[in-house]
């Protein structure tokens, strides 16, 4: 008899430490799982601020494509008269080399007229 209530607490007490296992092991994970989500949600949040900066970025580049394009205009349309108006200007020669990689001459220039902005100084 002595031999069963030894068997019988033992399982008891096996089956205690069982469910103690199995619970620690339940909380471990539902604690992993929170981190998990706490995680992913952390990282849909940076996402989000990031798509948010990507279309602000967007937007001004467009904005600043716009800017540059008509900058480009006006130069293509006002740098010409200035030079014939004043063909020996240091400015205009100044301005002509720094723009000069950034706004070429166009290719329908007359070879006349690009022969002359080469001579200019």
Not at 2 to 17: E, H, I, M, P, R
Not at 105 to 110: E, Q, R, Y
């Amino acid at each position: 008899m002595s031999d069963l209530g030894g068997t019988f607490w033992g399982l008891l007490l096996g089956s205690n430490a069982t469910v103690a296992f199995i619970t620690g092991m339940v909380a471990r994970k539902k604690d992993a799982g929170d981190q998990a989500n706490d995680f992913t949600r952390n990282l849909m949040d940076r996402l989000e601020k990031v798509e948010i900066g990507h279309a602000k970025c967007e937007v001004e580049t467009g904005e600043l494509r716009t800017i540059c394009t008509r900058n480009d205009l006006v130069i293509r349309l006002v740098v010409p008269e200035l030079q014939r108006v004043s063909p020996y200007s240091t400015a205009l020669a100044q301005a002509r080399d720094l723009l000069g990689s950034a706004f070429p001459v166009p290719l329908d220039t007359p070879a006349d007229m690009k022969a002359a902005l080469d001579k200019l100084p």
